[in-house]
Each structure stands twice: as C-alpha cells, then as structure tokens.
C-alpha cells in the first residue's frame, strides 16, 4: 500500500499562484494531480512518469491547466509538486495526489489516492 499525503492548497485571488506537494510513502511509476470541482467529476490535471534514463520524467497536462501549471518531481524523496499559476476561478476545487504504475491519464489507471487539499481562487 502506498500512502500519499499532501499539502499546499489555500485560497488565493484570480492571477495568484499556488504551489501543491504530495509525498509518497515508497516510490512508484507515475504521480499525478486530479481535481473534482462541487457537482462534477473528478478530472485529470497532471502526470510525471519516473525516468531511468533522464533527470526529469515525462509529463502531460489537462488543456486547461497547459501554460499555467507545471508538475514536477523529486524522486529521492518520493515527492511530486504541482506549481500553479495564473489561477482562475475554474481552477477552484478538491486537488487529489495519486500513484500508480501506468502512464495512463484516467482516474481508474492510478492505485493509490491521498486525501486531498482544497483550492479556492477568489475573483
């Protein structure tokens, strides 16, 4: 079992930037960030794939969040950042850190889940 604990949300103005940490209890394939907004489905926003062959992984990004949000990772210490800028109200929502052992980008594809921290973007 792999347990994820994050950290970082907040509330923040419309234009802020805020900066999401998730630390994983052992290391796995893939880390990324979902986000589930009130009255809608959890969405996919970031992944970093861990990379033997070069010192940062392979990442993909939800349209939304492309040019704004950059994912990141340390892999010595099993941690994935989530650096947002440009926040907009939209981005407003639950941001959940999980692990798996795919590069997939659906929800079903990640084993593990943390908890989640909430993002609040004022207009």
């Known amino acids: 079992q792999v347990r994820l604990v994050e950290s970082g949300g907040g509330l923040v103005q419309a234009g802020g930037s805020l900066r999401l940490s998730c630390v994983a209890s052992?290391?796995?394939?893939?880390m990324g960030w979902f986000r589930q907004a009130p009255g809608k489905d959890r969405e996919f926003v970031s992944r970093i794939t861990r990379s033997i062959t070069r010192s940062d992984g392979v990442t993909a990004y939800a349209d939304s969040v492309k040019g704004r949000f950059t994912i990141s990772a340390e892999n010595a210490k099993n941690t994935v950042y989530l650096q947002m800028n440009n926040l907009r109200p939209e981005d407003t929502a639950v941001y959940y850190c999980?692990?798996?052992?795919?590069?997939?980008?659906?929800?079903?594809?990640?084993?593990?889940w943390g908890q989640g921290t909430q993002v609040t973007v004022s207009s």
């Open positions: 999980a692990a798996g052992w795919t590069a997939a980008v659906i929800s079903t594809s990640f084993n593990y």
């Open positions: 052992t290391s796995t394939y893939a």
